[in-house]
């Protein structure tokens, strides 16, 4: 007996519509975005260098009780005159931030929860990538042999692990029905 290959209209049939929904949502919100940040906010440095800034910012006044010899110079933060912490683009949260919205844009449901998610994501978010950076630069300070492990998958596990628990959250009916 000859076996038929699948056509995509199969494949694509066999998708629950609420799914297949959810992930064109995606992949056009995906496209989207990287148009405008590759075409437009990229070369303007926008939103990058005013996230970068306020990670230097916070990060610096969460380290200062605790070295007094500590400054900022560009996109770095000095102990002693020695770099400790250096921020790239990439590690601004700005992606995650992203990401995090985009499910909550593309997941059914009401504008109100959508807002609280969003307000609460965002926050939360950036205070988990706040005391990532001064986490960061105390290791890099005291335990510098571990400190590209910390940065590579400790600390990205606890922000990606807590941004699932957001979208399990957000995903949950949390209507109660009266008896």
């Excluded at 007996?1 to 919100?29: A, D």
Aim: include cysteine; charged fraction near 15%.
């Amino acid at each position: 007996m000859e076996r038929k290959e699948p056509t995509p209209k199969s494949i694509f049939s066999t998708i629950p519509p609420g799914l297949l929904k959810f992930l064109i949502k995606g992949l056009v919100l995906f496209v989207l975005w990287r148009v405008v940040y590759e075409g437009y906010l990229k070369p303007l440095g926008t939103p990058d260098h005013q996230l970068i800034q306020f990670l230097l910012k916070a990060t610096y006044f969460i380290l200062l009780p605790i070295y007094n010899d500590i400054v900022i110079q560009g996109y770095s933060i000095y102990l002693h005159h020695e770099p400790v912490l250096t921020f790239a683009i990439g590690c601004n949260g700005l992606e995650l931030m992203i990401l995090y919205i985009g499910f909550l844009i593309c997941y059914p449901t009401s504008i109100k929860r959508a807002l609280y998610f969003s307000f609460l994501g965002i926050i939360l978010i950036n205070v988990l990538n706040i005391l990532r950076c001064a986490g960061l630069a105390i290791w890099y300070i005291h335990h510098l042999p571990y400190w590209d492990f910390m940065h590579h998958y400790v600390f990205k596990l606890v922000i990606y692990a807590v941004n699932f628990i957001l979208w399990v959250l957000y995903s949950k009916d949390h209507e109660t029905k009266s008896e």
